[in-house]
């Protein structure tokens, strides 16, 4: 919507714009990025977000952001404690704030939702069951045909160490997943080859609270920058908008 041609302005359209409290009018929005990824992963929602009026935080989780053997010097208390470290930034500052976790990222904000004034949850492709052979397979067989092999010489680079912390931290938090208790949404891309299907079915089946399911069929793991990237982004913006 152009709101310089509807007539209306800023503060109409977007109420938390106005002039007055930060604290009680801003919407903030933390955004958590993947395993061996990075802020880039969910930076074009992020940018969907900020030109709706949201003010949002991607921090680089601990050992992410470079060279991919950092990842063997760090523990997954480490990616946890990145992310709390951001979300007691924006508690003080805003009071509360919406929440959106990427693949590893989505139970890490499950735990951040039953620690820290968490508005609404929204989960991408979270990694519960994070293994899903056919599917990979067939990205495969996809990227052979492409000529694309960046993915997997980066994925090679990862320490054998960073991906044992990775299968604790799944382990250790998916019971968080039954505690959460505010509005959920779980988005899932139907092509995804790392995060198997039954990963947003056993959230689902936990999730304590309001909640609704979303599957993009075309989609893959990287669903910000997918096909349906736009259908995703619009369903975010209106279950946060409500």
Same mark, same amino acid.
């Given at each position: ?187 899932? +891309?139907?092509?995804?080859?790392? !995060?198997? =299907?039954? %990963?947003?079915?056993? #959230?689902? *089946?936990?999730?304590? +609270?309001?909640?609704?399911?979303? !599957?993009? =069929?075309? %989609?893959?793991?990287? #669903?910000? *920058? ?17």
């Amino acid at each position: 919507m152009n709101v310089a041609r509807s007539g209306r302005t800023a503060s109409t359209v977007y109420p938390w714009l106005e002039k007055g409290s930060i604290r009680m009018k801003t919407r903030a929005c933390l955004l958590l990025h993947g395993f061996t990824g990075g802020p880039y992963e969910i930076e074009p929602l992020a940018k969907h977000l900020r030109e709706l009026g949201w003010t949002c935080r991607i921090p680089t989780l601990a050992g992410h952001g470079g060279d991919l053997h950092r990842l063997g010097f760090v523990k997954r208390s480490d990616w946890i404690g990145s992310a709390e470290m951001a979300a007691g930034e924006l508690t003080n500052l805003y009071g509360s704030f919406d929440l959106i976790g990427f693949s590893m990222s989505g139970l890490i904000a499950a735990y951040l939702a039953n620690r820290y004034p968490v508005r609404k949850l929204i989960l991408l492709n979270a990694a519960v069951i994070y293994i899903s052979p056919r599917r990979l397979a067939d990205s495969i067989r996809h990227n052979i045909r492409r000529r694309d092999f960046s993915e997997y010489v980066r994925k090679n680079g990862t320490p054998f160490s960073a991906v044992v912390q990775f299968m604790r931290l799944v382990h250790e938090l998916k019971p968080e997943f039954a505690k959460v208790k505010i509005p959920s949404l779980v988005i899932q +891309g139907g092509r995804d080859h790392v !995060v198997h =299907p039954g %990963s947003a079915r056993f #959230i689902m *089946s936990r999730l304590a +609270g309001p909640k609704e399911l979303r !599957v993009y =069929p075309d %989609s893959r793991h990287m #669903i910000c *920058s997918e096909c349906e990237a736009d259908e995703v982004f619009a369903a975010v913006q209106n279950f946060l908008a409500d």
